[in-house]
Nanobody, 125 residues
Framework: QVQLVESGGGLVQPGGSLRLSCASS????????IGWFRQAPGKEREWVSC??????YYADSVKGRFTISRDNAKNTVYLQMNSLKPEDTAVYYC????????????????????WGQGTQVTVSS
């Protein structure tokens, strides 16, 4: 059974940092593309970043501030978030899909087969 579990969310001041973790079980993460999405109240789910076996990709809104990485030995994908802004406040979800996604569709939630339960990130002073 495929499972994704996010952790690491919390309350942080503007300019601060958090590291989110996405622990997976039931599949081999190296063979999957893992994505991070976020959803703020009243807004649609927004793609943040993803990592495949070949490369990493970022939304323009987080490029240069967020870094995605994976530790295949620990079956975990991380999202290091620096220079956080109030507009980064959202529930963050990780998601997984087998293999590679075209650049044009890697931001589409419907392309991902498995989802975690989400972790809340609040950026506020």
């Amino acid at each position: 059974q495929v499972q994704l579990v996010e952790s690491g969310g919390g309350l942080v001041q503007p300019g601060g940092s958090l590291r989110l973790s996405c622990a997976s079980s039931g599949f081999t993460p190296a063979a999957y593309t893992i994505g991070w999405f976020r959803q703020a109240p009243g807004k649609e789910r927004e793609w943040v970043s993803c990592i495949s076996r070949l490369n990493t990709y970022y939304a323009d809104s987080v490029k240069g501030r967020f870094t995605i990485s994976r530790d295949n030995a620990k079956n975990t994908v991380y999202l290091q978030m620096n220079s956080l802004k109030p507009e980064d406040t959202a529930v963050y979800y990780c998601a997984a899909v087998v293999g590679l996604l075209p650049r044009a569709t890697m931001g589409a939630p419907g392309e991902y087969h498995y989802w975690g339960q989400g972790t809340q990130v609040t950026v506020s002073s």
